[in-house]
């Protein structure tokens, strides 16, 4: 079993930053893919940023030149750097990561942090 344990969100105000962090542990052969999704109230929930074992990173243009996602691979834990946030901004973040198990890959989620942008 593998859980994904993040930490950092808050309250901040527009124009502020913020930082994510996702740890995964548990029976974890490889990282394939990391990475975040947001779901404000009433909004169905959508990519924000992934990053490969490669490096190769992938951003929604809501988000590009604001956010940065970075990894430490020795620590399995994936990190969001959020600035120039907006009230837009404003939702619960989930970490994803598709972890290589012995024989297969699978998805899995963090529980989810709040991240709220006043104006």
């Known amino acids: 079993q593998v859980q994904l344990v993040e930490s950092g969100g808050g309250l901040v105000q527009a124009g502020g930053s913020l930082r994510l962090s996702c740890a995964a542990s548990?029976?974890?052969?490889?990282?394939?893919?990391m990475g975040w999704y947001r779901q404000a109230p009433g909004k169905q929930r959508e990519l924000v940023t992934t990053?490969?074992?490669?490096?190769?990173?992938n951003y929604a243009d809501s988000v590009k030149g604001r956010f940065t996602i970075s990894t430490d691979n020795a620590k399995n834990t994936v990190y969001l750097q959020m600035n120039s946030l907006k009230p837009e901004d404003t939702a619960v973040y989930y970490c994803n990561a598709n972890v290589q198990g012995y024989l297969i890959a699978r998805d899995y989620w963090g529980q989810g942090t709040q991240v709220t942008v006043s104006s």
């Open positions: 548990g029976r974890i052969f490889g990282l394939n893919f």
């Open positions: 990053v490969s074992s490669g490096g190769t990173t």
